[in-house]
């Protein structure tokens, strides 16, 4: 048993409690066929069904979802987090399987004060009395990995302390082995997995919860969201307290707030719901569409309105997600498309997004979305749900042989996310304005001297390194040329009239992409539609349209001139 094929399963009574498990709860294809006879004498279970186990209504009885759901909760935290990570690919699940994976829960009693402070003491090098003036061992919040505790700093800062399990991080890895073993088993032998690539989620799944058992990586993510959403006023995260930072203990600042979607203590404190909604969606545009780094995981119980700012402060980033430029680029391009009612837009920005993993017909998959369009985009757009529009987008792309990679799928499962949580706060949100006011912002981001100075280093960047490349290239024609291997030969003129034709060429090229960077800029711009000073923005981009096709246009008939007199 490995995981990924490197590290052995030291615990066989993992391996053996494990597959018990698998059988006692009637899912014997997960076992294997030469330890399924002993195992049912050991449980003395019968051929047809499991025992009771002490509950109310027997195993053998209950619907396969629940006894699903039940089995991944005795299995333990990893796989109860596998439960959880599979129950976010919607558009993959049956409806009934789904809803009891939804309702998965980690938590777990907590350990006691004499291990909290073993593992303080190991990871602090101090005692929890020379750290911090006071410390609540009894914690506001147990989970699987680790618990949470109020303490105070010896500079009076209220803090808040996350302890990890002792000996967690054995049992993690493991269940690790334990899951990818049966991945491999079942690719092997199953078409839906195969389909799925159980392998793969697995190994994806691995690479995330190892990382979520470092606590520095999740300070390292609060850090750089803190700094993401620096750009979004009334929108934050905790301060981290480094020098109180270990792989298994994490200090923060302690919020004093109220979950987002707890509408009966927003009102109490007297919070513009209409205004947390308007800031909650811009901070998520900001992480998902111009930052590239985003929450994976904002579902309500992370994100909290702070009781003395009002400021939105997200909570628990242990789960992350990036994009890289293009994907930002054509998850525009898909909102865009939506809000156009384009089907053929949309079927085009899908496909480059996705991985195929069989053949692609590509009118099929038009036609499918042709219906997800119709059916979903008939009425007014304010009441259209983008939650149940991409849920059903991603089951018509699985289903035409694209699979959506994993960052892209956190990035949906956040806009969905951001939906339901807006739609909580202000019922009658008109969701048309996400898609209007995520336009805005790319667009608005891409005009700032900053991106324009970014976008130029960029390219110089690339002239510079393939500039040397061209004049290597030239220096070796000259030398081939001088020492005959070459029939053409060469003469100073010859090289003046290289230089300045490769100089002309730079320096049109050059033009030409900063024209073209104009154009479709401007048109970008013409597509806004605002209020305010952003009213004029059209007016405003239609300009540059007209004075960068015109200079192209001049352009264009130097080249043909040019062309024409020299035949």
Not at 41 to 47: E, I, N, P, Q
């Amino acid at each position: 048993m490995q995981v990924n094929g490197t590290s052995t399963v030291q615990n066989v009574r993992r391996w053996f409690e494990v597959q018990s498990i698998f059988l006692r709860y009637g899912f014997d294809f997960l076992v294997s066929k030469a330890d399924v006879r002993k195992l049912r004498r050991s449980l003395g279970l019968g051929r047809s069904g499991a025992k009771a186990n002490g509950r109310a209504e027997p195993i053998a009885q209950m619907s396969t979802p629940r006894r699903l759901r039940l089995m991944l909760e005795e299995l333990g935290p990893t796989f109860i987090k596998l439960g959880q990570v599979v129950s976010s690919q919607s558009h993959a699940i049956p409806p009934d399987w789904l809803r009891e994976l939804e309702l998965l829960q980690d938590s777990v009693p907590p350990f006691p004060e004499d291990e909290v402070r073993a593992t303080l003491i190991r990871e602090l090098r101090e005692q929890p009395e020379y750290v911090f003036r006071e410390f609540d061992y009894t914690p506001i919040a147990a989970a699987s990995i680790g618990q949470v505790h109020r303490a105070i700093l010896e500079d009076y800062e209220s803090v808040v302390v996350k302890v990890q399990r002792p000996g967690i991080g054995p049992m993690v890895e493991s269940d690790l082995a334990i899951m990818r073993r049966i991945a491999e088993g079942l690719e092997s032998t199953t078409p839906w997995a195969r389909h799925y690539g159980a392998v793969s989620v697995v190994d994806e799944f691995a690479e995330s919860i190892t990382k979520e058992l470092d606590y520095c990586n999740e300070a390292r993510n609060i850090d750089q969201l803190r700094e993401t959403l620096s750009a979004v006023r009334g929108a934050r995260t905790p301060k981290v307290y480094w020098e109180y930072v270990t792989p298994r203990v994490l200090t923060m600042e302690f919020i004093n707030g109220v979950k987002i979607v707890d509408l009966a203590a927003i009102e109490t404190a007297g919070f513009d719901r209409r205004r947390l909604a308007d800031t909650f969606v811009e901070a998520m545009v900001h992480q998902v569409l111009i930052a590239g780094f985003f929450h994976a995981d904002v579902h309500p119980g992370n994100v909290f309105v702070e009781r003395k700012t009002g400021d939105i402060v997200f909570l628990d980033v242990g789960m992350t997600g990036r994009l890289s430029a293009r994907q930002r680029t054509e998850l525009v391009n898909l909102l865009r498309g939506v809000g156009q009612r384009d089907a053929r837009r949309i079927a085009q920005v899908v496909m480059s997004l996705g991985d195929e993993f069989k053949p692609v017909n590509a009118d099929a998959l038009e036609r499918d979305i042709n219906r997800l369009v119709k059916r979903h985009l008939s009425g007014l757009l304010s009441q259209f749900s983008y939650a149940r529009f991409l849920s059903e987008l991603l089951t018509a792309l699985s289903h035409n042989g694209i699979r959506t990679p994993s960052d892209l799928m956190f990035a949906l499962k956040a806009i969905m996310q951001t939906e339901q949580i807006v739609r909580t706060l202000q019922p009658d949100y008109d969701i048309s304005e996400f898609a209007m006011k995520a336009s805005n912002m790319v667009v608005l981001n891409q005009l700032k001297p900053t991106t324009i100075a970014q976008s130029a280093i960029g390219l110089a960047d690339q002239i510079v390194r393939i500039a040397p490349l061209l004049g290597d290239a030239v220096e070796q024609y000259v030398r081939d040329a001088r020492s005959g291997r070459r029939i053409t030969r060469l003469d100073p003129t010859d090289l003046d009239h290289i230089t300045k034709f490769l100089s002309n060429t730079v320096n049109r090229f050059m033009l030409t992409v900063l024209l073209a960077g104009g154009m479709v800029s401007s048109v970008l711009v013409m597509s806004i539609r605002g209020e305010g000073l952003l009213s004029i923005l059209p007016t405003v981009g239609l300009i540059g349209f007209v004075a960068s096709l015109g200079l192209s246009l001049i352009i264009a008939a130097q080249i043909f001139w040019t062309q024409w007199r020299q035949k």
